[in-house]
């Protein structure tokens, strides 16, 4: 894949202007939303365009990623739409001059027409994360696109799949997930007009709206109950957004009739009640609750999205982060058996994400600060191959086995649609702030520029190889501010100093070390967060554990033997053919881990600055995030020494 186009346009980071951006989180509304949140939050998000990622792992996946998404072409991202539409007729060449999307973009996939909705998504978000006018241009020709397909429907309608898909969904036939596939697209309408300013994006996703509300209003209970038992993703969480753009109360009916009794009322009563649900097809559901006590302040959404989340993590959540086998849920009884080369399907974790930067928002929370920050280094980060920046589907945790890669232009799995907006927005959590204060989430290296102080921070680290942050102030005059940095529940005594003078500190691990002083030009903070060993057992089973270095899942490197060289793809369109991928695990592989409970660091060494480490046997352990094109263990057999 060639960069260059790509890392042209993202050296112009910061150059030329950036729309009004992530107005659906708490703060950022500047005007663009007719419906106010009714709660008052603990934190508020910074826009991307007010954060810029210095060099880091980070940024190059970043850059990966913005090359993928450069190098699809709109005309192909539109093929099957206006296939759908028939809008080809009178076009010279037509049909035959476009090359076809394959995988899940295939003209006979159900899904077909996702991708677009997620590059919508990630243009908009990749435009305000570095300002390139590139994304801003892709991102208006493919809106300018849609809304062609959709005037020639005539009736608002716009999908890459017949309107009789829908119409199938709403008789109870067996239809994949039409409702999921329009949320996708509502979604990436209504960034490019949050993010990119794109204000025929808004009249074309309201134009869906109007279409929807015609559909659905007149249909009874017992058909809508039906109805929403195929997978719907998050599309009301998309209407409760539209709502809020609009005023239009129609569009919060749509998001009321998405209201998925038989799934939230559970955790409105407190019930674990998970089973073994399909995973990905539940978080939706409760980030449209958290949109909606965001909104209308409505107590029990608040409640049962926590309590979800609380459950999530507790129970239900793999050490690095994810969640799921095969997709599901499974009984947290038998969580050994459920360590499988299947597990963690990666849209699960960026919806897991999403969740947890609501409820940052409404507690500020170091708790899920820090499991952010453990989802996102082990699992997304992780996710995509550094040589080719394709990304995987799951993140399969059995001994032996491996991460398997989409391919540039035949997998589009649901998991290259989340990757390419993960890849895009590393920024958006690193900072927030309160009136009055800054909060320091995520040791990413970065440059925050608080407008309203006439303050700017600059962070620089190595982290996690190193457990020095750096943050450097300029101010344009004396500002007094709290400085909230997360003291890590995994760190050991933090040090910190201000313009090298060490400072008493009185905060605890698991909570944040507030920092309050008039700020000048040039003060300097150092943070030193003393990172050592720890393992998390399965919780079934105190035998089988995953060893940490801080918040890095650390995994023992296992050879290629068996594996497709020089890297293991998956081409596949069908959705049963990937999660039974066989990966041919050798026999006799070094899968066993002899532990030093009283003096671990007797068990391992480190060997090098990158965070590799070797055990006592000659084991060689490395960042679970840079285990790629290899066999790997994370779940260990413990030998207690």
Avoid at 65 to 84: C, G, K, P, Q
Wanted: charged share 25%; hydrophobic share 35%; aromatic share 12%.
């Amino acid at each position: 894949m060639n960069l260059k186009s790509s890392l042209a346009a993202f050296l112009l980071c910061g150059c030329g202007s950036v729309g009004l951006a992530q107005s659906v989180y708490p703060g950022q509304h500047q005007g663009k939303f007719k419906v106010e949140n009714k709660v008052g939050f603990a934190a508020e998000c910074f826009d991307l365009k007010d954060v810029r990622l210095l060099p880091s792992r980070f940024r190059e996946n970043m850059e990966r990623d913005s090359a993928w998404m450069v190098s699809i072409e709109v005309d192909r991202l539109l093929h099957s739409f206006r296939t759908a539409a028939g809008v080809y007729a009178g076009r010279e060449g037509g049909y035959m001059t476009v090359k076809k999307l394959g995988g899940w973009e295939s003209l006979d996939c159900e899904l077909r027409g996702h991708t677009a909705g997620h590059l919508l998504s990630a243009c908009s978000l990749m435009y305000a994360a570095t300002g390139s006018e590139i994304f801003k241009l892709k991102g208006d020709s493919l809106v300018a696109g849609l809304a062609e397909v959709q005037e020639a429907n005539g009736n608002g309608y716009l999908s890459a799949f017949p309107e009789e898909l829908i119409n199938r969904n709403i008789r109870g036939g067996s239809v994949w997930a039409p409702w999921y596939t329009l949320h996708k697209i509502f979604s990436g309408l209504i960034d490019q007009y949050l993010y990119a300013d794109n204000r025929q994006a808004l009249d074309v996703v309201k134009r869906m709206g109007d279409w929807a509300y015609g559909k659905l209003q007149p249909l009874d209970e017992a058909v809508r109950r039906k109805m929403i038992r195929n997978e719907f993703g998050g599309i009301n969480e998309s209407f409760y957004n539209l709502y809020a753009l609009t005023g239009d109360e129609r569009y919060r009916w749509l998001a009321r009739f998405f209201y998925h009794n038989e799934m939230i009322d559970p955790l409105k009563a407190g019930k674990d009640d998970l089973g073994t649900k399909h995973t990905n097809t539940f978080i939706p559901k409760v980030l449209a609750e958290a949109r909606n006590y965001e909104l209308t302040g409505d107590g029990e959404s608040r409640a049962l999205s926590e309590f979800f989340w609380r459950t999530m993590i507790g129970r239900h959540t793999f050490a690095p982060g994810c969640s799921s086998d095969k997709e599901h849920f499974f009984d947290p009884a038998q969580f050994s058996k459920h360590i499988s080369g299947y597990t963690g399907e990666t849209c699960c974790t960026y919806n897991m994400l999403k969740l947890s930067r609501h409820l940052f928002c409404w507690s500020a929370s170091a708790e899920v600060a820090d499991y952010y920050e453990r989802a996102l280094y082990n699992h997304i980060l992780g996710q995509q191959d550094p040589k080719t920046g394709m990304v995987a589907y799951f993140l399969p945790l059995k001994a032996g086995t491996h991460k398997v890669y989409s391919t540039p232009e035949n997998s589009f799995w649901c998991c290259v649609g989340s990757g390419f907006e993960s890849h895009a927005k590393y920024a958006e959590n690193i900072y927030s702030r309160t009136r009055d204060g800054l909060f320091v989430n995520l040791f990413i290296p970065s440059v925050v520029d608080w407008k309203e102080k006439g303050m700017r921070v600059r962070l620089d680290t190595e982290f996690p190889e190193s457990e020095t942050v750096r943050l450097s102030i300029s101010a344009d005059a004396p500002v007094r501010a709290a400085l909230n940095l997360r003291y890590p529940s995994w760190s050991g005594k933090a040090e910190v100093r201000i313009n090298g003078k060490k400072v008493k500190i009185a905060s605890k691990p698991g909570t944040y070390i507030v920092l309050e002083r008039e700020w000048k030009d040039g003060d300097c903070i150092e943070v030193a967060y003393p990172m050592d060993f720890h393992l998390e057992f399965a919780p079934d089973n105190r035998n089988i554990a995953s060893l940490l270095y801080g918040p890095v899942v650390l995994a023992g490197e296992l050879g290629t033997q068996g594996m497709e060289l020089p890297a293991p793809y998956s081409d596949s369109s069908k959705y049963n053919d990937y999660y039974t991928y066989d990966y041919h695990i050798p026999a006799g592989l070094p899968v066993t881990l002899k532990w030093n409970s009283s003096h671990p660091e007797k068990t391992l060494r480190r060997i090098s600055r990158s965070l590799a480490f070797e055990t006592v046997d000659g084991q060689r352990l490395i960042p679970l995030y840079d285990a790629h094109r290899q066999r790997y263990v994370v779940y260990w057999r413990l030998e207690r020494e």
